[in-house]
């Protein structure tokens, strides 16, 4: 039987598939992971991305789509401020276990052998692994070569970066989920005179949110300045 392991993790409430921005180039691995979802026959994928482009969101959105199924999201570094052999016992009796941010356990050998032990457990009783990095499994720099080999058995699929038309749309996407009317004026205004990582502008975009309903405004190009002191 699994016991909760002692950690708080709380999974961000619009991390789903419908908020999440799929751009062209990433319409394969958000469908290819939707279909592991919903096949529990399919025991292990890996999917990987650089920074922003929606690795963890992706992966918390599993975990809200099979809310109904024993499904546990853990990022590492929550889990690796603990002893290495407490953490992975029992959690074969899940359906499916989802591991962020592996690089972190990357050259760390008592951690990459529990997690080697922990695949063939979770394989061996039919269950399912999700794992999330920003390196492909070739790129990992994993010492134990049982290990590396495993991660490069299943699925795997990598996010690409979002271009700078894909960062328009991914405002205006979630202007739109937001309630907010984003014209394409105001969003290039905001692309050429902000930070363009794509955290950093939604987070901008949040902000803008909070003053509009404040002050029940629409986003113009001079009440963005005021707002973000540009």
């Known amino acids: 039987m699994y016991k909760q392991l002692p950690l708080s993790i709380t999974l961000q409430v619009d ?3 419908d908020n999440y921005f799929t751009s062209d180039g990433n319409v394969l691995p958000v469908e290819a992971l939707q279909y592991f979802c919903q096949h529990p026959q399919e025991p292990f994928f890996y999917l990987s991305g650089p920074s922003g482009s929606g690795v963890t969101h992706l992966l918390q ?20 401020t603990h002893p290495a052999e407490d953490m992975f016992l029992e959690l074969d009796s899940l359906d499916m276990v989802i591991l962020d941010d592996l690089e972190l356990m990357a050259g760390k050998t008592e951690w990459e ?32 070569s049982d290990l590396k080999s495993r991660l490069q058995w299943g699925i795997s699929y990598r996010l690409q970066s979002l271009n ?6 991914a ?12 014209n394409d004026d105001v969003t290039q205004f905001i692309l050429n005179h902000c930070c363009r990582d794509i955290r950093q502008l939604m987070f901008l975009l949040d902000i803008m949110d909070k003053a509009s309903l404040a002050e029940k405004r629409q986003l113009t190009i001079p009440f963005v300045k005021r707002v973000l002191g540009l």
């Open 15 to 17: 991390a789903t598939f």
């Open 61 to 80: 959105a599993v975990q809200h789509q099979l809310s109904q199924f024993n499904v546990q999201y853990w990022p590492l570094k929550e889990l690796m």
């Open 113 to 144: 052998l529990v997690l080697f032990h922990l695949y063939n457990r979770l394989r061996d009783s039919g269950k399912q692994l999700l794992i999330g990095a920003h390196f492909t499994p070739k790129e990992l720099e994993v010492n134990l």
């Open 164 to 169: 700078d038309n894909d960062k328009k749309r």
């Open 171 to 182: 405002l205006i996407f979630r202007a739109d989920a937001l309630g907010l009317r984003l």
